[in-house]
């Protein structure tokens, strides 16, 4: 059935962050077929949802590990490399099939209630978090992690994505809402004959690499000493010719920035977490002006610690504006873009990101009884923005559709029961801590 949603206000992503009045959108078949003034929409016979609100696109997280909501809080103070070895490794040997699921369930439901729609997932048994997104309703790309462990065998991991991919496809569920990927952890924990096989078999079947890059100073000395740079070393084993996203990517140089720009390597920024572990400031401002594509990812709720992808909007400029020291690096607009259009634009997906015509109506309703909008609606174009960027936030998160279907109404999830998600986290985060 064709629906079409009106709203005072309707911000369809476009490169220019444009504020449409009076504004609507119709949906047919889960996809955008016009996004406009309401008084330049064709005629319809369609089932009308009038919004009170703001509707604009549902927010990419580009860079996350979901399931990590069980290990909230869990080595809170340490650095990135004594963190993971210290703490979340050896709590993520103890993992069962069954706590990712209820810990994927509880970030989906927590980033669904955030506005966010579509998140990009690296993390084990990769079919407990495709059931759990599935159960949400929400849209995911997912890996699970090529990594060399004691104990892992990364061959095995690529061949079980491939197996994976060969048998349901790149995409798959209703409204395409789970692509699967090849998940290669980074560069410092595989070897290069590993990286190359991950290149191999993703653009032997046209999917898309998630790779950490560059997140700490200290964690690629060895790659750095015999390619130059991990970007260097990811353009030699062949990486770089297929769909890339590289996560972080803090520890640039101009020619790493250039060799991602030349080969059309998506950054996922993860402002937060960055801040948190004292990663470092990605150069989100030189990034940018190479024209490279970048989002936002909040990383795992482990290391950030939450899933609310508005506040890595209000980070991504704060931080760009302060490690430029120029109040006008990243304007309001400018970073609700890196969250949406900028997400889906690093991961090569034209079909979400924006409300255009073609694309899934991944859609957030923005409620506006608050102080962030006790001014009203009728206000320049710049300010609301601002006011939507820098006061309002996660909280105004009213209604969520994806591909058309709504999963969020009035602040909560429609398709599962928030208490018992919540409930079994508690029970698997308790066996994990015994």
């Given at each position: 059935?064709?629906?079409?949603?009106?709203?005072?206000?309707?911000?369809?992503?476009?490169?220019?962050?444009s504020v449409?009045?009076?504004?609507?959108?119709?949906?047919?078949g889960?996809?955008?077929?016009?996004?406009?003034?309401?008084?330049?929409?064709?005629?319809?016979?369609?089932r009308?949802?009038?919004?009170?609100?703001?509707?604009?696109?549902?927010?990419?997280?580009?860079?996350?590990?979901?399931?990590?909501?069980?290990?909230?809080?869990?080595?809170?103070?340490?650095?990135?490399?004594?963190?993971?070895?210290?703490?979340?490794?050896?709590?993520?040997?103890?993992?069962?099939?069954?706590?990712?699921?209820?810990?994927?369930?509880?970030?989906?439901?927590?980033?669904?209630?955030?506005?966010?729609?579509?998140?990009?997932e690296?993390?084990?048994?990769?079919?407990?978090?495709?059931?759990?997104?599935?159960?949400?309703?929400?849209?995911?790309?997912?890996?699970?992690?090529?990594?060399?462990?004691?104990?892992?065998?990364?061959?095995?991991?690529?061949?079980?994505?491939?197996?994976?991919?060969?048998?349901?496809?790149?995409?798959?569920?209703?409204?395409?809402?789970?692509?699967?990927?090849?998940?290669?952890?980074?560069?410092?924990?595989?070897?290069?004959?590993?990286?190359?096989?991950?290149?191999?078999?993703a653009?032997?079947?046209?999917?898309l690499?998630?790779?950490?890059?560059?997140?700490?100073?200290?964690?690629?000395?060895?790659?750095?000493?015999?390619?130059?740079?991990?970007?260097?070393?990811?353009?030699?084993?062949?990486?770089?010719?297929?769909?890339?996203?590289?996560?972080?990517?803090?520890?640039?140089?101009?020619?790493?920035?250039?060799?991602?720009?030349?080969?059309?390597?998506?950054?996922?920024?993860c402002?937060?977490?960055?801040?948190?572990?004292?990663?470092?400031?990605?150069?989100?401002?030189?990034?940018?002006?190479?024209?490279?594509?970048v989002?936002?990812?909040?990383?795992g709720?482990?290391?950030?610690?939450?899933?609310?992808?508005?506040?890595?909007v209000?980070?991504?400029?704060m931080?760009?504006?302060?490690?430029?020291?120029?109040?006008?690096?990243?304007?309001?607009?400018?970073?609700?873009?890196?969250?949406?259009?900028?997400?889906?634009?690093?991961?090569?997906?034209?079909?979400?990101?924006?409300?255009?015509?073609g694309?899934?109506?991944?859609?957030?309703?923005?409620?506006?009884?608050?102080?962030?909008?006790?001014?009203?609606?009728d206000?320049?174009?710049?300010q609301?923005?601002?006011?939507?960027?820098?006061?309002?936030?996660?909280?105004?998160?009213?209604?969520?559709?994806?591909?058309?279907?709504?999963?969020?109404?009035?602040?909560?999830?429609?398709r599962?029961?928030?208490?018992?998600?919540?409930?079994g986290?508690?029970?698997?985060?308790?066996?994990?801590?015994?």
């Amino acid at each position: 059935m064709p629906y079409r949603f009106t709203a005072p206000v309707v911000l369809p992503c476009d490169p220019a962050c444009s504020v449409i009045r009076d504004g609507a959108v119709d949906v047919d078949g889960g996809r955008i077929t016009y996004c406009g003034p309401r008084a330049e929409a064709p005629a319809s016979t369609a089932r009308v949802t009038a919004l009170p609100g703001i509707l604009l696109p549902g927010l990419v997280n580009a860079h996350a590990h979901s399931p990590m909501t069980l290990l909230r809080g869990m080595g809170a103070d340490l650095p990135l490399l004594r963190w993971l070895r210290e703490v979340i490794w050896p709590a993520e040997a103890r993992l069962r099939p069954e706590d990712v699921r209820a810990g994927m369930l509880l970030g989906s439901v927590e980033m669904l209630g955030n506005g966010v729609t579509t998140s990009t997932e690296m993390y084990f048994h990769a079919e407990e978090m495709a059931e759990a997104v599935l159960a949400t309703g929400a849209r995911a790309v997912l890996g699970g992690p090529v990594i060399d462990l004691p104990g892992l065998d990364w061959r095995e991991m690529i061949a079980d994505t491939d197996r994976w991919i060969d048998a349901d496809g790149l995409r798959f569920g209703p409204g395409d809402r789970v692509e699967l990927s090849y998940a290669a952890h980074s560069a410092y924990m595989l070897p290069p004959e590993a990286l190359r096989s991950t290149a191999e078999s993703a653009a032997a079947r046209g999917a898309l690499v998630q790779i950490h890059v560059a997140e700490a100073a200290d964690e690629d000395t060895g790659q750095r000493a015999e390619f130059g740079s991990v970007p260097r070393l990811l353009d030699q084993v062949g990486m770089l010719d297929g769909r890339v996203i590289a996560a972080h990517a803090i520890h640039l140089s101009d020619e790493d920035i250039a060799l991602f720009a030349a080969r059309g390597v998506g950054v996922a920024h993860c402002p937060g977490s960055n801040a948190k572990l004292a990663s470092g400031f990605a150069r989100l401002a030189d990034l940018r002006a190479a024209a490279v594509a970048v989002g936002l990812g909040t990383d795992g709720p482990a290391s950030n610690d939450d899933l609310d992808l508005w506040e890595e909007v209000q980070l991504s400029a704060m931080l760009a504006r302060l490690s430029t020291k120029d109040a006008t690096a990243i304007r309001a607009g400018e970073a609700l873009l890196l969250a949406t259009r900028g997400g889906a634009a690093a991961l090569g997906r034209d079909d979400l990101g924006a409300l255009e015509a073609g694309r899934w109506a991944d859609m957030v309703h923005i409620g506006i009884d608050g102080p962030a909008f006790a001014t009203g609606l009728d206000v320049p174009d710049g300010q609301l923005l601002a006011n939507l960027v820098w006061a309002a936030g996660s909280r105004h998160v009213r209604d969520v559709w994806v591909a058309g279907e709504q999963v969020v109404a009035d602040s909560e999830p429609v398709r599962v029961d928030r208490a018992k998600v919540q409930s079994g986290a508690r029970e698997a985060a308790a066996r994990l801590r015994a």
